[in-house]
């Protein structure tokens, strides 16, 4: 096997520690979700405006991925590695220490925007990397960082909170984090070679205010469980308009050859549905690892703890099938994967559906199973097999729009290896 289809040693140990370190920002994400109520007592403020320490962190998140693409492109890995990981150890140190609710907010803000740029960089150089013939084994493991680190945060989060205050929930992945960050600095080398490409400046606060108002608008119309109000249908069409806005400006722009975030992908029918369906998947799946803590813990009155565990087998059952996925991935192809996946994650959903107080706990777990063994079915063959059908002139724009799926969010690439 020559060079470019193989592996190199170098390159699995820059991608270990990329997956590594993406594994703890993206367990910070949901680490707080059974943690809500304490934070409430402690901080004596209400349900809703705790909500905002999750709103906060999606609307960080939501402003800055659309400019992570001209960061990956214009810097190179290391420093697009260090300032992530940096911001991220930072907002963690400060959310430790914060003396109230406003300042834990502004940490986890600071840890946003450290997430927002470490993901990009994973999907990137992953991308870059690994030859197309063992992209879905890759990818498998990709899986585990995307899908179980998640899955288990609230178990973690369960075990600190029964005995030591909310702030151990991140003095917990500060060593964690702190660690990642000097072997990655010490190991990690540059991929690719940063280009001057021009950063468009009426495209960043389209992209913030249409990204984020409607962010910010979905939050809101949750939250009042009410549907459109005026507080809601103001920021709905603000974000809207500058979102119609974004994307006209892409696509003028890229008749220059110079969009922050290129549509063309779009074009090739097999990219477009391998995103459709994993924003669907990842809507399935993080859909259910929010509301089940809330149902379990507020209607059914289980402990942070036992609420935890009860979600942690099906962490473990995605961290056990992703890698078979991938493998079977790369000897099969996609639709003998995806098509069972999609059929069991359909019939989840309709179950989850119709569960209400008398629900048998035995049931919501093997629901819960089986959701989380159909997801890898269902979504890693997509990211693959949508990036292989683009043409080389579309393969930044196709990884740019491949990572979006993983966390509701967009990501870029420089490109891609080609069969």
Do not use: K
Not at 100 to 123: E, N
Not at 272 to 299: E, K, R, S, T
């Amino acid at each position: 096997m020559t060079a470019p289809d193989t592996l190199l040693p170098r390159d699995r140990t820059v991608i270990l520690v990329l997956l590594v370190s993406a594994f703890v920002v993206i367990l910070n994400e949901t680490i707080m979700n059974v943690a809500l109520p304490r934070l409430m007592a402690d901080l004596n403020v209400s349900a809703r405006l705790a909500q905002w320490l999750s709103t906060a962190f999606m609307l960080t998140m939501a402003v800055v991925i659309p400019i992570t693409g001209f960061l990956l492109q214009r810097l190179a890995t290391r420093t697009v590695y260090l300032t992530a990981m940096g911001l991220f150890c930072v907002g963690t140190l400060l959310a430790a220490l914060a003396p109230g609710f406003v300042p834990l907010l502004l940490a986890r803000v600071v840890q946003a925007s450290g997430t927002a740029i470490m993901l990009p960089l994973l999907m990137t150089t992953v991308l870059t990397l690994v030859p197309a013939q063992q992209r879905g084994a890759v990818m498998g493991n990709l899986s585990i960082v995307i899908s179980v680190a998640p899955a288990i945060g609230p178990t973690v989060s369960g075990l600190i909170l029964q005995g030591l205050p909310w702030r151990f929930l991140f003095v917990f992945v500060l060593p964690v984090a702190l660690a990642a960050l000097a072997y990655g600095a010490r190991t990690l080398r540059n991929v690719g070679t940063p280009r001057p490409v021009a950063l468009d400046l009426l495209s960043v606060p389209l992209a913030a205010l249409g990204f984020g108002g409607l962010v910010y608008a979905l939050s809101q119309v949750g939250e009042g469980g009410s549907g459109l109000s005026a507080a809601t249908a103001a920021p709905l069409l603000v974000g809207g308009l500058a979102l119609v806005a974004f994307l006209w400006r892409q696509v003028v722009l890229g008749r220059r050859d110079a969009p922050l975030l290129d549509l063309r992908a779009f074009r090739f029918p097999q990219f477009a549905l391998g995103v459709g369906l994993m924003v669907m998947a990842m809507i399935a799946l993080f859909g259910g690892m929010i509301l089940l803590p809330l149902y379990l813990q507020n209607l059914r009155g289980l402990s942070t703890l036992q609420t935890g565990l009860l979600l942690l087998p099906g962490g473990l059952l995605m961290g056990l099938l992703a890698p078979s996925v991938g493998r079977l991935y790369d000897r099969i192809g996609p639709r003998p994967l995806a098509v069972p996946g999609t059929i069991l994650m359909t019939a989840v959903l309709v179950g989850l559906s119709r569960i209400d107080t008398a629900t048998p706990i035995w049931a919501l777990l093997a629901l819960h199973l089986t959701l989380s063994g159909g997801w890898p079915c269902c979504s890693r063959p997509c990211l693959p097999a949508a990036c292989r059908r683009c043409r080389r002139t579309c393969t930044r724009t196709a990884a740019r729009f491949s990572a979006p799926c993983n966390r509701w969010r967009g990501r870029p690439v420089r490109r891609c290896w080609w069969p």
